[in-house]
């Protein structure tokens, strides 16, 4: 049984299985797959609000994929949650099972020096992002080549 959500943009009581408030019109992206690609086309055309674990995206922002990921620290320490690439941005929202749930990270992709494919766990795969101040971050995911793929494909279209 899937527990009814409201919408973050007007309150109202939505189905999780549905992405779309049935009162407003927004599209929230909800955890329901290991991973997903998005077709970009179907929210340029939409006048609607897009929200990612409440948080809004910005005007002219659209999603391009997201998952489950582990923000990796060490191999003893990580943080799960969901990952999304939009045409912008990476988000990192930690769930709520961790001992910190309310870890937030993001970066803009004008801040991204690059991107590397890291060591292959059979069916998860690091993809490690370096910043232009030097700081590297690491996610562990399902389908890393996809990942990097269409990270780089918006690295070079900017």
Request: aromatic share 12%.
């Amino acid at each position: 049984m899937v527990k009814a959500l409201n919408c973050p943009n007007c309150a109202a009581t939505f189905d999780p299985k549905e992405n779309v408030c049935e009162y407003c019109g927004s599209y929230i992206i909800t955890a329901k797959a290991k991973q997903i690609t998005f077709d970009s086309n179907e929210f340029k055309l939409a006048n609607k609000k897009i929200f990612f674990h409440e948080i809004e995206m910005n005007k002219n922002e659209f999603p391009i994929r997201s998952g489950v990921a582990n923000m990796y620290y060490s191999a003893t320490k990580s943080d799960g949650g969901r990952l999304l690439l939009t045409n912008q941005r990476l988000i990192f929202c930690a769930h709520a099972f961790n001992i910190n749930p309310n870890l937030y990270w993001e970066l803009y992709l004008d801040e991204v020096d690059q991107v590397e494919l890291g060591l292959n766990l059979l069916i998860t795969q690091r993809i490690i992002i370096f910043d232009t101040e030097d700081n590297k971050t690491t996610f562990v995911v399902y389908g890393g080549k996809n990942w990097l793929s269409e990270m780089e494909n918006i690295l070079d279209q900017q």
